[in-house]
């Protein structure tokens, strides 16, 4: 496929501006579909596209991409999203900036803290560095062995599990601010809560001019290998007892005050119940699941079972759930 020209936001096109993504090795393409990089599997084509790999890569393209004025949506293990069938209007950037090592304290953090700290690229799986972190001896990040995605996608949306999350051990991240700028930010201006953060965006969403993460700094403590490796060992075998392995969004909905949205969902009789290729998992009620993988479902599947979902355990139980991924992309008003 020839390289594509990017139109910006104006629909206006600066062939002098293409310079700069060719000259960092970067090809933009067009119309590359985002099914197959989504934990759902689902989801239409990108307008542009283009994968990154260092983050002097991610930090001259964003900036380019304000530059024309081309708005880009981070992408980074899908794990968390629903992307719509129409796809993606802008540039897709897909991260793998995935480099993560031992450092000494970040200037953002107390330059004398004798803890060690764990520095990952945005674009790291964040299992991965769980799972560095526990070959290393340092404690604080096992919780993440089973959690999907990226560490992008953990420290925007307050990622956690087990008793553990993002918050705690977070001493700064690396950011694109809202005005271009690569700062560093200190945790507690991130302003967290239950897998919410600032940075965190509303529930349904397209390509704009938001902040990118670029790097996230963890402060750990040393710990005993062993049982470290053991605490990170059982989470994982209780993911593997109580979810899903096919293809899903991960949890649908968010909890309820008080209650659980998969218990719902079961006693009203949901568990099974299927729209197109898409269905509530026998598993976990909590989960809808594309067992045919990239081209057996729809968004639109994925959004007509939620709605029935969220008919049928209001009209049972007056309990009305609101739905925990983020809708991404261009959808029609139905
Ligand atoms: C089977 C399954 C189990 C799950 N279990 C858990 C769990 O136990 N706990 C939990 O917290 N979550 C869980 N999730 C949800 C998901 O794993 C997390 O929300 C994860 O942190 C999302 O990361 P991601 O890289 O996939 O983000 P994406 O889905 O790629 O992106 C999510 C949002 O963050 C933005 N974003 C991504 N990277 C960046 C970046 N570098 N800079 C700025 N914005 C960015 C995206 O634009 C998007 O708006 C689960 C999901 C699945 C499929």
Known sequence: MPPAIPENAKGTTNLLDLALPAQLGLTIQSGVMLAPYTSMKVGGPAQYFATVKSTEQMVQLVQWARRVELP????????????????????????????????????????????????????A??????????????????????????????????AGAHGGEVKDTLACAMLIDAAGDVVEVPQPDFAYAYRASRLKQPTALRAGFNP????????????????IRSRADQFLQHRRRTQPVEPSLGSTFVNPPGDHAG?????????????????????????????????AATAQDVVRLMAQIQTTVEGR??????????????????
């Open 317 to 334: 139980f007056g309990i009305v759930l609101t739905p925990e991924v983020q809708l991404i992309g261009e959808w029609s008003s139905d």
């Open 125 to 158: 799986l964040m299992a991965g560095v769980a799972r560095q972190s526990v070959r290393e001896g340092l404690t604080g990040l096992e919780w993440a062995v089973s959690v999907p995605g990226t560490v992008g996608g953990a420290v925007v949306g307050n």
């Open 212 to 227: 990118v993460v670029l790097s996230a700094y963890f402060r750990l403590n040393r710990g005993e290998e062993a049982e």
């Open 263 to 295: 218990r719902l969902i079961e006693a009203a009789g949901l568990k099974g119940a299927r729209v197109g290729g898409v269905e509530v998992s026998s598993l976990h009620a909590n989960f809808i699941v594309n067992p045919g993988g990239v081209g």
């Open 72 to 123: 880009y949506f981070l992408l980074g293990g899908g794990s968390n999203m629903l992307i719509s069938d129409a796809g993606i209007r802008g540039l897709v950037i897909h991260n793998r900036c995935r480099q993560v090592r031992v450092e000494a304290p970040p200037r953002c953090d107390q330059p004398h803290d004798p803890r060690p700290y764990l520095m990952a690229e945005s674009g």
